[in-house]
């Protein structure tokens, strides 16, 4: 079943195609942020990405984009300043619509989860080199992920683990955690994420690799969608990604 027939909505947006001028749509947090940015490039980068967002869940619910009420959560310092998990209240629904965005050079991809049943979200892009730094094994890998890497063929490598970093900065992000729990805590070599403590661990997961190309992306990215259920989940043919033979 793909991410769609789930109740997900995805769209890859570039960023330079945003209208800046549409930043009216945002409210006083998302501005509040904005103006911390010193670099006028990530500055924009984080407007074009909040207006891409309004953009699409207005798409999707018929809600107007400056309607829409963000309550992000930091589970962190819990300040809802505008960051941490990314909910929005809509005129059109009860509750918080849960969505996730993620960035990487001139992309950004957004998605939102339209069925109410599925309690966290997360979507992450990276170009093909993220991951390519030495120490990432160690940082970032459990012992068996690092056990699959020696059996993949050197000019793989890169690609294995950048896969594996997306789906680690998705599953972080639908915990709503981010990066607050050490990926290396998180295997995501298998169709499920394990590792993970609390009911989350024990919720109905799935965790999908994406097409580059099928979302519109350049073909050197790599991407992923995590998403979790509370059992019991009234869907019983929830499916989860297929992963290639031998791993990521
Ligand atoms: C979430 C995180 C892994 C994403 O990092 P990244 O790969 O550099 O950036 P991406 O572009 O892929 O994702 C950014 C988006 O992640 C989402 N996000 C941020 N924190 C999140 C969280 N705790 N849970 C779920 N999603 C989160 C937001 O939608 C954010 O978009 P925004 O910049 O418009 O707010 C990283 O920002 C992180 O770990 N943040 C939490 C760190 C923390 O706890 N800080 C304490 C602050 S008080």
Request: charged share 20%.
């Amino acid at each position: 079943m793909t991410a769609a027939a789930r109740g997900l909505s995805l769209a890859a947006v570039r960023l330079s195609d945003v209208d800046l001028g549409l930043a009216h749509v945002l409210d006083e947090a998302e501005v509040a942020r904005a103006s911390t940015f010193r670099s006028p490039a990530l500055r924009d980068a984080f407007l074009a990405g909040r207006i891409a967002l309004r953009l699409h869940i207005s798409a999707l619910t018929g809600d107007s984009p400056e309607s829409l009420e963000e309550h992000y959560l930091c589970p962190t310092c819990s300040s809802g300043q505008g960051h941490g998990i990314p909910r929005y209240r809509l005129p059109s629904r009860p509750g918080l619509l849960r969505v996730s965005l993620s960035r990487s050079g001139s992309w950004c991809v957004v998605a939102a989860a339209l069925d109410d049943r599925i309690a966290g979200i997360g979507v992450d892009i990276e170009n093909g080199s993220a991951a390519d730094f030495e120490g990432f094994p160690s940082l970032a890998m459990t012992a068996n992920e690092r056990g699959q890497l020696e059996k993949v063929p050197p000019a793989l490598k890169t690609r294995f683990q950048t896969r594996l970093w997306v789906r680690k900065e998705a599953v972080l992000k639908a915990l709503g955690t981010g990066l607050a729990k050490a990926p290396s805590l998180v295997d995501v070599s298998g169709p499920t994420p394990s590792g993970l403590t609390g009911p989350p661990g024990r919720a109905l997961w799935s965790l999908e690799d994406l097409s580059p190309a099928g979302l519109g992306l350049p073909g050197d990215f790599a991407a992923s969608i995590a998403t979790f259920a509370e059992i019991p989940h009234a869907s019983r043919t929830m499916e989860y990604g297929h992963l290639p033979a031998g791993g990521p």
